[in-house]
């Protein structure tokens, strides 16, 4: 019983403390593979540049972000 609800609440808070320390600059993917730099974090949004050439930008929601990806090169 307790080996059930362990594991999927040991990832909800890495996946919690991982969002909480994004900051500008960030490069991220989202659960749907969208990568991107993050612009601007307001609570539960986050704005990610896709795009350079044209400064193309999307919201999510914070927990649409799958991975920190410049934290995992490092």
């Known amino acids: 019983?307790?080996?059930l609800f362990r594991g999927p609440r040991k990832k909800q808070q890495q996946h919690k403390q991982m969002v909480q320390t994004?900051?500008?600059?960030?490069?991220?993917r989202t659960i749907g593979g969208?990568?991107?730099t993050v612009v601007d974090i307001k609570?539960?949004?986050?704005?990610?540049?896709?795009?350079?050439?044209n400064n193309t930008k999307i919201k999510v929601?914070?927990?649409a972000i799958g991975r920190n990806v410049s934290k995992d090169k490092s």
């Open 43 to 53: 609570d539960d949004e986050i704005t990610l540049k896709i795009d350079e050439s």
């Open 22 to 28: 994004l900051q500008k600059n960030d490069r991220v």
């Open 1 to 3: 019983y307790f080996l």
């Open 61 to 63: 929601a914070s927990s």
């Open 34 to 36: 969208i990568i991107g």
